[in-house]
């Protein structure tokens, strides 16, 4: 059975609920869906003070996680156009599965949040791509088939990089349901190319 792992880091809870419906997506094709974080890196003060929403339902990944799966989907907010640094330090510490090529092969893909729609979700789904990439990923976007990315009447999000969706400057934007279902896509679409590919 293929496995498939949503690696996300989420403040307030928007990309946590991206990942889930990448999650739900992926079990609808029969594949085994994993919800993993990366862990935080900034002060305990700092995550108090700025009231981060820390699931613990779903644990920390390591590194060496990252073997053990058939494709990994990373989930990121966008910070000044790039992966959250949270990630990015997640990925620094792979250097030793970089060495030995572990990585080479696998299905791997990114969604994003930001403040704004056109706040960097792109450029932050293309920092995690390149990282991606320097491991050996193939990369599974968010083809057109899904036509909710191409709604032109309010923001929405999604582009063929990956699903996204926008939180507002003050976070009260929650994913609307073409965000969600971009994400579900996204899910389902890399789990079925990872059946096709693994089993």
């Not at 991206?18 to 995550?47: F, N």
Request: include cysteine; proline fraction near 5%; glycine fraction near 10%.
């Amino acid at each position: 059975m293929a496995k498939v792992l949503i690696l996300y880091y989420s403040s307030y809870g928007h990309i946590e609920e991206m990942a889930r419906a990448a999650a739900e997506g992926v079990e609808t094709t029969g594949a085994k869906a994993a919800l993993k974080r990366v862990p935080e890196t900034v002060p305990q003060k700092v995550v108090e003070t700025a009231k981060f929403q820390i699931n613990t339902e779903h644990p920390e990944a390591d590194p060496n996680d990252l073997v053990a799966y058939d494709a990994v989907i990373c989930g990121t907010p966008t910070n000044y156009g790039n992966m959250c640094s949270q990630m990015s330090a997640f990925w620094s510490r792979t250097t030793p599965l970089w060495k030995r090529g572990a990585l080479i092969g696998k299905l791997g893909g990114a969604f994003s949040s930001t403040a704004s729609q056109h706040g960097g979700n792109e450029a932050a789904i293309l920092s995690m791509h390149k990282t991606l990439l320097h491991h050996g990923f193939v990369l599974v976007g968010l083809p057109y088939s899904f036509k909710g990315q191409l709604e032109t009447g309010h923001a929405v999000g999604g582009s063929p990089y990956g699903a996204t969706t926008i939180a507002d400057s003050d976070l009260s934007r929650r994913p609307s349901v073409t965000d969600l279902e971009g994400a579900k896509f996204q899910g389902r679409h890399t789990a079925e190319i990872a059946v096709r590919l693994f089993g």
